[in-house]
């Protein structure tokens, strides 16, 4: 039998209640054909009883084998939903149950597994944040209809069929003892564009900035994204925006440039901040508007400011300034560029990194840094010359060789190659 309402409906008015939805039903859509659906403990690898059977339009054959109908384990709990994939003004909701192709009622095995059914509309699939639009908590063996509608007049993305058997929960008689889905199929007749009310969903709602309106008189039930109040006559301020104001503009260079439907700032993200909310921070080695500039050469990479680009931890060596994008100084190098170079060749080819002379060094001078006087005795270009008097002199020119910084002890001359009387004496002694 059918029911509007959840009574019982005797045979001489079935055809009356039929005309009735018929007269509905071409006025309204069903917009749960052929939607996606899911289903709770799908028994693996029957296709026959795939939740898809129940949104597909068919409902000639209601038999476990005539692949029209959506079924699963026995359980404590049984789940169904169908996804309309958007929102959409739902009039009335009619369930097709698995029959058998058998009479309905007391006689039915099937018939106790929908005792205590409900039915919810919400835009998620937790039934928990909508709208319970049916609880069965009066239907018996006899009474429960193998065909049943319900009106519920509110708007949501899925259509969500709810049964339980809990432990420790005393039923009525006739129930099972576990429950399964048994839906041939599920129909969701509503408008398929929102925006309108009206039995030919015809009607704009009263409101131009109402997204859902009751599909029956038109109330505002919901309004476009970017607008609030009860006549959606107010816009998103303050730096908020979508459905109901709810959401944060991100971190836009112009908070009052936040697009109040999405969130999208239209002139660009303040710096630090990228993306078309201006919700995600630079990435690693960026900074500044858009993210568009690159971190200079950060001792750590990732303490660049991504605002300002500041190096919190200083600069690599070689580099100076707060973003250490600036190369040493002429002549200084390393950390900081703190570093003095030595005797080089060519002071422009010190390494700013860690001092190296890369065309080598002064004359006189040795070492990758040519901070090292030549040996006592050497002179030139690579320590290669060697001194007229290298024993006798502290010191010669790295030209001619003199000895331009005196004598050691014992020895005179311009080239200390005279001993001094002493020294000869000395001398004479040790011969004797």
């Known amino acids: 039998m059918v029911s509007l309402s959840g009574n019982s409906v005797y045979p001489h008015d079935v055809l009356t209640v039929l005309l009735c939805l018929l007269t509905v039903s071409q006025a309204y859509v069903n917009v749960a054909l052929n939607k996606p659906a899911y289903q709770q403990y799908s028994a693996p690898g029957v296709d026959k009883g795939d939740a898809s059977n129940a949104v597909d339009g068919r409902k000639s054959d209601l038999s476990e084998y005539g692949g029209q109908c959506a079924m699963s384990w026995e359980e404590q709990t049984a789940t169904w939903w169908v996804n309309l994939t958007t929102i959409h003004s739902i ?72 049964n339980e058997r809990l432990r420790g929960v005393t039923y009525p008689d006739g129930y099972s003892n576990t429950v399964a889905i048994g839906l041939c199929e599920m129909e969701v007749y509503g408008c398929p564009a929102t925006g309108y009310f009206g039995s030919n969903c015809s009607v704009p709602c009263s409101n131009v900035n109402c997204q859902y309106c009751h599909i029956e008189v038109g109330t505002c039930l919901g309004c476009k994204p970017g607008y609030k109040g009860h006549r959606c006559e107010m816009a998103c301020e303050g730096g908020t925006y979508g459905a109901g104001c709810k959401e944060t503009c991100g971190t836009c260079r112009d908070v009052n440039q936040c697009s109040i439907n999405n969130g999208t700032c239209l002139t660009g993200c303040d710096a630090g901040f990228k993306g078309d909310l201006c919700k995600s921070v630079c990435d690693r080695g ?47 190098y390393g950390y900081d560029c703190n570093e003095i170079c030595g005797h080089c060749r060519d002071v422009n080819k010190c390494s700013i990194n860690n001092g190296t002379c890369l065309t080598g060094c002064d004359a006189d001078f040795q070492g990758n840094l040519c901070k090292t006087p030549c040996p006592v005795g050497y002179f030139g270009q690579d320590c290669s010359e060697t001194c007229i008097n290298s024993y006798t002199c502290n010191g010669c020119n790295d030209i001619n060789g003199s000895c331009d910084y005196g004598c050691r002890p014992g020895w005179i001359g311009y080239f200390c190659q005279k001993k001094t009387t002493r020294e000869t004496n000395k001398h004479k002694q040790i011969n004797r």
């Open 91 to 162: 009039h009335h909701i009619t369930i097709y149950f698995r029959t058998g192709n058998k009479p309905w009622g007391p006689s039915n095995w099937l018939t106790k597994y929908s005792l205590g059914f409900s039915v919810y509309v919400s835009n998620t699939t937790d039934r928990l944040q909508g709208t319970l639009c049916y609880k069965d908590d009066n239907f018996t063996l006899d009474t429960i209809p193998a065909v049943f509608t319900t009106t519920c007049p509110v708007h949501g993305q899925y259509v969500i069929y709810y």
């Open 286 to 332: 960026s900074y500044g508007y858009d993210c568009n500039e690159t971190c200079g050469h950060c001792r750590d990479v990732n303490r660049c400011f991504v605002i300002t680009g500041t190096c919190f931890t200083g600069c690599d060596p070689g580099y100076q300034g707060d973003v250490c994008k600036t190369s040493c100084d002429r002549g200084s």
